[in-house]
Structure formats: structure tokens, C-alpha cells
């Protein structure tokens, strides 16, 4: 009968073998994820091990207590592998994750090494002695022992260590280091209390009930894999502390020796796990909503991440365009002019003609690229407009000038058309609109292939209110329906444009738009569809003041 008594060391042992097992039945069953699987693993090496300590506190000899040692030895064994095992799932690290699977084999290569030696040899396990009045330990070590120890520890420390440099690495990943602190935790405390195993081998009299602090690591970390996904410190905390207040509570109500004394009891445990619950809930509601914070407050710090790079590389793009086309431009000016003058030689009035309009063109070109650069101050909502008296009807006949031989390079016509007939002068931004008229143009030429292009002046009383009215058709490719509305939108093009024109911005239609709008009028395009040829409309009011 002697066999069956069990000792508190047993009682240990196989609480934490069958909490083990039932550990690892959850990640296996609930588990979704191969991290899920690796510590339900992880949990069934760590149940073989306690299980076969329990058989070790029963054994009544030292041949039943060697048996026994060896089978928990196979779950010791395995230990830092899978805990290794379980990191490497656990990091996800992308550098990792190439050698990983190599890793993995090597690592479970060298561990059945060991488990074969341990089984077929005595050089892990080789004599027991009696010790703590209670059971066989496998003390003092086998020959191969201290090497095995030495490779536990290193295993685990570099385990450790891999976690930890993760940590450092994702500065910004709160979600994962707030699991790695909890991870830290956890496994500290089930550790800690599992070495101590060890410790008895050697001859240090530590008794092994420390095992009971395996359950607790171990628990703590499989809940909250599951539960939270996250390691969730607080909330087990609470838990556990009221885990062990319920606890005390329960062995007082048991001990109680008079009747008063257990309504007493009851009072007090009934308050304890009142207070615990609401400590749980309150705790778990507080972590919920920070969690919740720290992945929208990580959601918006990487949009504005993206945002922030986004207008750099367009600060980017608008000063190269700007310095790049600048210092050309001042060349071609300069010399323009200078053989207008006459500084290369007497020229006719034909050539000093052309070159007039060379020299106009490079000084819109100038104009453009400034224009490149207010669409920075579009963004920035920094725009800045001159509206003076103007003769809108000259500033289109000038546009119109300056496209005409681009124009007829490709083939196309021109056409003017004023029935606005005498247009009165009003409040514009000359440069800008000149901008605005010059994209609407130039469009019209750059997507057409044949054809004409009809630029038309009039008059409206749209609201009542003279408006100058300035519309381009064209020949062209044309616009789908679906994609008329899109236009004036910043960088947007359509399929066609881009086969035909595959250097297109998509910025000119956004500029024409928010200036015309600045000017209190619209801007609108009309088209039969792909291949039809478009209209793009423009209105302004003729305000005097
Ligand atoms: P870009 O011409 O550089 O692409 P825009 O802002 O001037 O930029 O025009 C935006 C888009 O509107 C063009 O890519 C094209 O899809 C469409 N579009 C503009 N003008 C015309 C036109 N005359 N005919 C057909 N499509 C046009």
C-alpha cells in the first residue's frame, strides 16, 4: 500500500502533467495558427515529462525510479527543442524564416541523438538515490548529463535571446511587444521553477515542488494565446490573483472548526470572488480599449507614414521639374534674343519672326513651371492670384498662335471662332488663365490624331450673370462616359491617354479646375465616347470690381 501513497511532490507533479494535457488539447482543438499547435506541442512534451515524474514519486525501487526517469528524460529532453521551435513560429522574423526550416531539422537531428542515448544507454540516466525522505532522484548525473544541461541552457537562453532582439527590432509593433512582455513573463516563472529540477541532480538539496510554478508559465501563456491572441499581462494577473485569494479562501471554509467560523468563511470567500470578478472585468475592458487604441492610433501613425512620403517625393518631382526646365529655358532665352538683336549676324524680318515666337513660347515655358509650382501651393492651399483688368478674347488669340504650328506638324487645323464679338475687359489672373487655356489646347492637340480643333468664344448669362465662355473640341480619342467625372481629379488619366501619350501628369485638368473655380466659374467635358472626339468647356464671369 505504501506505493500509493501519494506525496505532495506527486500530487505536483500530476496536476501539472493533466493541466499539461489539457493545454495542449486546446491549442490542438482551438488553435488556428501554427504557433497554436507549436505550444500545444511544446505542452505535451512538458505533460509526458511531469506525467513520468509522477510515476518516479510513486516508484517504490530504484530499477521502477531509473525506468520512470528515463521517460521523463524524453520529455525533458525535447523541452528546448520545441520551446526553440515555438520561438522561431512565434517571431516570424523574414531573415529567420528562410533558414528556419534547416534550422528545425538540425535542431530535432541533434535532439533524437539525445533521446537515443537516453533510452538505449545510461549515460544520461544512470543511478537514483533516495532523497527528501520521498523519492528516487536521479542524482548524482550521468556522464553525458552535464553536456545535456549545457545544450538546455544554451537553447533556451539563445530562445530567449531571439525574443528579446525582436523586441528591439519592432520599435513599432506595440501588439507584438506587448506579447513579448508577457511572454517574458510567463516563461520566466516556468522556467525558473523548472530549473530547479536540475538542481537536486547535482546534489543541491532544492526540493522539486518548485514544478508547480511550470503550470502557472505555462497556463498563463497557452490563455493568452488563445483568448487574446496578445499577451495580455493584466488581465492574467487579475486572474491569477483572484485565482489564489479563491483558493485560500476555499482551504479556510474546509478547515473551518466551528460553524461560525464557516459562515464567516463563505462571507469571505463569496466577497473575495465578487471582488475578483469585477477586478477581472474592469481590467479587461480598460486592456480591450487601450488595444483597441494602439492599433488605430498604429493604423493612422502608418497612413501618415505614407502620406508624409507621398508629398515628399512630390516636393521632389516639382523642384527637379522646376530647376531642371528652368536653366535650359534661361539658355534658349538668352540667345533667342540675342540673334534677335543681331548679335550672330544681320536676319531677316521671317527669321526674327519665328524667333519672336521661339522666344514667346520660352517665356510661357518659364510661366509653366512656375505653374508646376503653384500646383505645390495648390496642396498646401497657398495659391496666390493677381486679377487684373484683361483681354480675355487676345489672351486666347495668343494661346490659339502658339499652338498653331505643333498643330499643323500633326496634321491638324486650328480653327478660331469669336461670337462673343467685341469681348469687354474683366477681372482675371492673366498667367493663370493663359495656363488654363494652354492645357485645354494643348490636350486637345496632344489626343487628337487628325482632324480639327474648334476653339470657341461667347458670351452666356448663366445665373443671370454675363459669363465668357470658352470651349475646345477636338477629333480625338475621346472619353467613356464612366470616366468623364474623373477627369479633373489630381493625376488622373485614362486608359486612352496613356496609350496615347504615356508622358501625361494628370495634373493640367486638376490645375484648370481648382483655378476656374477660383475665378467663381466652372469647368466641364463633353464627350460621345471612345474614339469621338471631346469638348472641354470652361465659364467665367465678367466681373469689373
Ligand atoms: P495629362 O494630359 O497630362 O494626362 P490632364 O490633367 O491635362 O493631364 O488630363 C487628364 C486626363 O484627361 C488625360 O490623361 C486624358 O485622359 C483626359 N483628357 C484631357 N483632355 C482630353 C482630350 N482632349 N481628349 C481626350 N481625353 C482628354
Known amino acids: 500500500?505504501?506505493?500509493?501513497?501519494?506525496?505532495?511532490?506527486?500530487?505536483?507533479?500530476?496536476?501539472?502533467?493533466?493541466?499539461?494535457?489539457?493545454?495542449?488539447?486546446?491549442?490542438?482543438?482551438?488553435?488556428?495558427?501554427?504557433?497554436?499547435?507549436?505550444?500545444?506541442?511544446?505542452?505535451?512534451?512538458?505533460?509526458?515529462?511531469?506525467?513520468?515524474?509522477?510515476?518516479?514519486?510513486?516508484?517504490?525501487?530504484?530499477?521502477?525510479?531509473?525506468?520512470?526517469?528515463k521517460i521523463a528524460y524524453v520529455g525533458i529532453i525535447l523541452i528546448p527543442f520545441t520551446f526553440l521551435h515555438f520561438v522561431l513560429e512565434f517571431i516570424g522574423n523574414e531573415r529567420l524564416n528562410r533558414l528556419k526550416n534547416r534550422i528545425i531539422v538540425i535542431l530535432y537531428a541533434i535532439a533524437l541523438v539525445f533521446l537515443f542515448l537516453n533510452l538505449t544507454t545510461n549515460l544520461i540516466i544512470d543511478k537514483v538515490t533516495f532523497l527528501f525522505d520521498e523519492l528516487y532522484y536521479n542524482s548524482p548525473p550521468a556522464s553525458l548529463h552535464p553536456y545535456f544541461l549545457a545544450l538546455f541552457s544554451a537553447l533556451t537562453i539563445y530562445a530567449?535571446?531571439?525574443?528579446?532582439?525582436?523586441?528591439?527590432?519592432?520599435?513599432?509593433?506595440?501588439?507584438?511587444?506587448?506579447?513579448?512582455?508577457?511572454?517574458?513573463f510567463a516563461l520566466s516563472i516556468?522556467?525558473?521553477?523548472?530549473?530547479?529540477?536540475?538542481?537536486?541532480?547535482?546534489?543541491?538539496?532544492?526540493?522539486?515542488?518548485?514544478?508547480?510554478?511550470?503550470?502557472?508559465?505555462?497556463?498563463?501563456?497557452?490563455?493568452?494565446?488563445?483568448?487574446?491572441?496578445?499577451?495580455?499581462?493584466?488581465?492574467?494577473?487579475?486572474?491569477?490573483?483572484?485565482?489564489?485569494?479563491?483558493?485560500?479562501g476555499l482551504f479556510r471554509l474546509i478547515v473551518s472548526a466551528s460553524v461560525q467560523e464557516m459562515v464567516f468563511n463563505v462571507l469571505l470567500l463569496a466577497i473575495t470572488l465578487l471582488v475578483g470578478v469585477y477586478l477581472i472585468l474592469s481590467v479587461r475592458k480598460e486592456v480591450e480599449q487601450r488595444e483597441r487604441l494602439e492599433v488605430l492610433s498604429h493604423a493612422l501613425a502608418e497612413a501618415n507614414e505614407e502620406l508624409k512620403k507621398l508629398d515628399a517625393a512630390k516636393s521632389e518631382f516639382v523642384s527637379i521639374a522646376g530647376h531642371q526646365l528652368r536653366a535650359p529655358?534661361?539658355?534658349?532665352?538668352?540667345?533667342?534674343?540675342?540673334?534677335?538683336?543681331?548679335?550672330?549676324?544681320?536676319?531677316?524680318?521671317?527669321?526674327?519672326?519665328?524667333?519672336?515666337?521661339?522666344?514667346?513660347?520660352?517665356?510661357?515655358?518659364?510661366?509653366?513651371?512656375?505653374?508646376?509650382?503653384?500646383?505645390?501651393?495648390?496642396?498646401?492651399g497657398r495659391i496666390k492670384y493677381?486679377?487684373?483688368?484683361?483681354?480675355?478674347?487676345?489672351?486666347?488669340?495668343?494661346?490659339?498662335?502658339?499652338?498653331?504650328?505643333?498643330?499643323?506638324?500633326?496634321?491638324l487645323r486650328i480653327l478660331f471662332e469669336n461670337r462673343a464679338g467685341t469681348l469687354?475687359?474683366?477681372?482675371?489672373?492673366?498667367?493663370?488663365?493663359?495656363?488654363?487655356?494652354v492645357n485645354l489646347?494643348?490636350?486637345?492637340?496632344?489626343?487628337?490624331?487628325?482632324?480639327?480643333?474648334?476653339?470657341?468664344?461667347?458670351?452666356?448669362?448663366?445665373?443671370?450673370?454675363?459669363?465668357?465662355?470658352?470651349?475646345?473640341?477636338?477629333?480625338?480619342?475621346?472619353?467613356?462616359?464612366?470616366?468623364?467625372?474623373?477627369?479633373f481629379s489630381k493625376f488622373a488619366r485614362t486608359e486612352q491617354a496613356q496609350l496615347a501619350d504615356p508622358n501625361g501628369m494628370g495634373i493640367g485638368l486638376y490645375f484648370v479646375k481648382r483655378v476656374v473655380e477660383d475665378h467663381g466659374g466652372k469647368v466641364w467635358a463633353e464627350s460621345e465616347g471612345e474614339g469621338k472626339g471631346s469638348t472641354f468647356f470652361l465659364e467665367i464671369p465678367m466681373r469689373s470690381r
Open 386 to 411: 493677381d486679377f487684373v483688368m484683361g483681354d480675355f478674347q487676345s489672351l486666347t488669340e495668343k494661346v490659339i498662335e502658339e499652338f498653331t504650328s505643333p498643330a499643323k506638324k500633326k496634321g
Open 329 to 380: 529655358l534661361t539658355v534658349i532665352r538668352g540667345y533667342v534674343s540675342m540673334a534677335m538683336e543681331g548679335s550672330f549676324g544681320a536676319i531677316d524680318e521671317k527669321v526674327k519672326d519665328a524667333l519672336g515666337k521661339v522666344e514667346y513660347s520660352a517665356v510661357q515655358l518659364v510661366k509653366l513651371v512656375a505653374s508646376l509650382l503653384d500646383l505645390s501651393r495648390i496642396e498646401s
Open 1 to 69: 500500500m505504501e506505493i500509493l501513497s501519494i506525496t505532495l511532490t506527486g500530487w505536483a507533479a500530476i496536476t501539472t502533467a493533466l493541466s499539461m494535457v489539457i493545454l495542449a488539447g486546446l491549442m490542438f482543438i482551438l488553435g488556428r495558427e501554427k504557433i497554436h499547435f507549436m505550444w500545444g506541442v511544446f505542452s505535451s512534451v512538458v505533460a509526458l515529462w511531469m506525467g513520468a515524474f509522477y510515476a518516479v514519486t510513486l516508484a517504490g525501487d530504484p530499477e521502477t525510479a531509473r525506468f520512470w526517469w
Open 160 to 184: 530567449f535571446y531571439l525574443v528579446y532582439r525582436e523586441y528591439n527590432v519592432k520599435r513599432d509593433d506595440t501588439l507584438f511587444r506587448s506579447r513579448v512582455r508577457y511572454f517574458f
Open 190 to 248: 516556468g522556467y525558473v521553477g523548472a530549473s530547479m529540477n536540475f538542481l537536486a541532480v547535482y546534489g543541491i538539496q532544492m526540493h522539486p515542488l518548485t514544478n508547480l510554478m511550470v503550470i502557472i508559465g505555462a497556463s498563463i501563456v497557452g490563455y493568452a494565446i488563445l483568448r487574446h491572441q496578445l499577451f495580455n499581462i493584466r488581465i492574467v494577473t487579475a486572474q491569477l490573483l483572484t485565482l489564489i485569494l479563491a483558493g485560500f
Open 424 to 437: 469687354p475687359q474683366f477681372l482675371f489672373d492673366q498667367d493663370k488663365m493663359r495656363e488654363v487655356a
Open 441 to 487: 489646347v494643348d490636350n486637345a492637340v496632344k489626343y487628337s490624331k487628325e482632324g480639327e480643333v474648334a476653339v470657341r468664344l461667347e458670351v452666356t448669362a448663366t445665373g443671370g450673370k454675363p459669363h465668357a465662355r470658352l470651349s475646345v473640341h477636338d477629333s480625338g480619342i475621346g472619353i467613356k462616359k464612366e470616366d468623364i467625372a474623373k477627369l
